[in-house]
């Protein structure tokens, strides 16, 4: 546990670079590992500062790895800056390893459980939802219509604050009361028309720009992607719009159902407009057929269910320099919980894991996951620098202004999402997970493409950490936002559900956070308490074309 004075901290104990909890001046003191270190530099908090001499050409360590090469001299004290530091990571292979895992007590969650709704393949959701899917984009249009009018028809379509904000202000301007239309603030409150079935969470519709087009693997791809959706246990059932002449065929979308789930049988409904005299009876049909659907599936109720029946994703987005030493080790730390349970756990975005890539070929199971983890980590890179990038340019501006100035150092962190438990499997896009335990999962570091090829490969919740704040949502699974640090959790409470801001300050050590948000994820998994982003209404939805996405 961090004291509450500590100004700045080594993140291993050979790391020759320390990251600033505070603000620091030059001429300041602190201690880092015992040691006095007098800095020659102004740090901002969550920047890192040299707690040795670095003379050019040498590398900078945080985390136990290599995380840049230095450009000029960087004298003890000094800061870390993108002129002085370039991203540089250590190489990876198979090697020998001794790696042992010794999973955390978690005796007090043996027996709990939460309120999930029970399919009959034996998976477990989170959620009841009712999806709307297009094979092309072509389909955009009328899943849009359909949408909104069974949700309108069930009671899901509320009047949001923002909609009564502008009708406020369209009476105001219209009756000439323009002192009224400045002075109205946007109410807290909704009109809420009551559902039809309580057991249903609403009808998402997951509108796109693929289908055709675009080369035969984004298609192949785009259809195992709404396969997993279809499968997963948060859907209840389908409704899928084709046009009849596009690239992601109705029959591939079928064989990577099969894939999935061979004895798939929750309802899915198919319509083809090509087949059809004219839109509306398509409509028609698909409305009609699709109410039916939801009607019964909302006689499933909510039950009892072990929390090895999980399915976490774990990610991070709008990161900052206290991320890795906050939010993602709490994760890590709910991920080896889950592990230790019997759940299935995914961590993805493989550009940020650029330079821990040899702790996950040791933590592979067998030898074959590793080879493969190796593979795809190095092709995309190729493919990457292809396209003239490479993964040296995954940090945004926001992650270097707080304190990521390369995508090692991003990385390292970022890893910690992960915990310490094996990786029993490694996973290309858009495959599924099927093993419990911790998996990789190959996406882009882009946070929507990323958490959704999660939710396909099956996660029923999300922990995402993030120490700027974004408002990334999902629409069909919960996704819970943990910030890195106090000030992002107060200034964007309304997006930001769980506040990992105590350990920075070292007021509370990650077990003792990770107890706290267990507590969370139970509530969230049984529906007893919604996300921000539920509560936002944030839907968010991108399927990855197989390009050089960072």
């Not at 310490?420 to 996973?427: K, R, Y």
């Not at 290309?428 to 493409?449: I, M």
Request: net charge negative.
């Amino acid at each position: 546990m961090l004291g509450r004075q500590t100004k700045a901290l080594k993140t291993d104990s050979s790391d020759n670079v320390a990251v600033a909890l505070v603000d620091l001046r030059s001429g300041d003191t602190v201690e880092v590992d015992g040691q006095p270190v007098v800095l020659v530099d102004n740090v901002k908090h969550k920047h890192k500062f040299a707690c040795a001499p670095l003379p050019a050409g040498t590398h900078a360590r945080m985390y136990g790895v290599t995380v840049g090469e230095v450009l000029s001299d960087i004298p003890l004290g000094g800061v870390l800056t993108t002129e002085n530091l370039k991203h540089l990571s250590d190489s990876f292979a198979i090697e020998p390893t001794d790696f042992q895992w010794t999973a955390p007590d978690v005796a007090q969650w043996k027996e709990a459980t939460f309120d999930g709704y029970v399919r009959r393949d034996g998976s477990v959701g989170t959620a009841n939802y009712w999806i709307i899917v297009p094979l092309v984009f072509c389909e955009n249009r009328n899943i849009d219509v359909i949408e909104r009018a069974l949700n309108k028809a069930l009671g899901f379509d509320r009047v949001s604050r923002y909609e009564q904000f502008a009708c406020e202000i369209a009476v105001a301007h219209a009756n000439d009361r323009s002192d009224q239309v400045h002075s109205l603030k946007i109410s807290d409150n909704t009109i809420d028309p009551g559902i039809s079935f309580p057991n249903i969470d609403g009808v998402r519709c997951l509108t796109h720009t693929g289908g055709c087009g675009g080369t035969r693997e984004d298609a192949n791809n785009l259809c195992g992607l709404l396969a997993g959706y279809i499968n997963h246990p948060n859907v209840a059932g389908a409704t899928v719009l084709s046009l009849g002449c596009q690239n992601a065929q109705v029959r591939i979308l079928q064989d990577e159902l099969n894939k999935r789930n061979p004895s798939f049988d929750r309802p899915l409904l198919i319509y083809q407009q090509q087949d059809y005299r004219s839109e509306t009876a398509m409509i028609e049909d698909a409305i009609r057929d699709t109410y039916l659907g939801i009607a019964e599936a909302g006689k499933l109720e909510r039950s009892p269910a072990p929390l090895s029946k999980l399915s976490i994703g774990v990610e991070c987005g709008a990161s900052d320099g206290f991320s890795g030493i906050s939010a993602n080790p709490l994760i890590g730390q709910i991920a080896d919980y889950g592990v230790a349970l019997g759940g299935k756990i995914i961590l993805s975005e493989f550009p940020e894991l650029c330079g821990v890539e040899q702790e996950f070929v040791n933590r592979c199971t067998d030898d074959e996951s590793a080879r493969r983890f190796i593979e795809i980590m190095r092709s995309y890179g190729a493919r990457a620098e292809a396209a003239g990038s490479g993964f040296s340019m995954n940090p945004s501006p926001g992650n270097i202004k707080d304190g990521l100035i390369t995508d090692a150092i991003k990385s390292a962190g970022a890893g910690r999402k992960g915990g310490t438990s094996p990786v029993v499997d490694v996973l290309d896009y858009p495959e599924t997970a099927t093993k419990a335990g911790l998996s990789l999962l190959c996406t882009p570091g882009n946070d929507v493409e990323s958490t959704t090829a999660m939710v396909g490969a099956g996660n029923n919740l999300i922990l995402f950490s993030t120490g700027l704040g974004t408002p990334t949502g999902n629409p069909i699974a919960p996704v819970i936002k943990i910030s890195s640090n106090h000030a992002v959790a107060i200034r964007h409470s309304d997006m930001i559900d769980f506040d990992a801001g105590d350990i920075v300050e070292g007021k509370s050590t990650v077990e003792e956070m990770a107890h706290k948000l267990m507590s969370q994820i139970i509530d969230v998994a049984s529906g007893h308490l919604k996300t921000k982003a539920m509560k936002l209404g944030q839907h968010d939805f991108q399927p990855w074309k197989r390009g050089p996405s960072l």
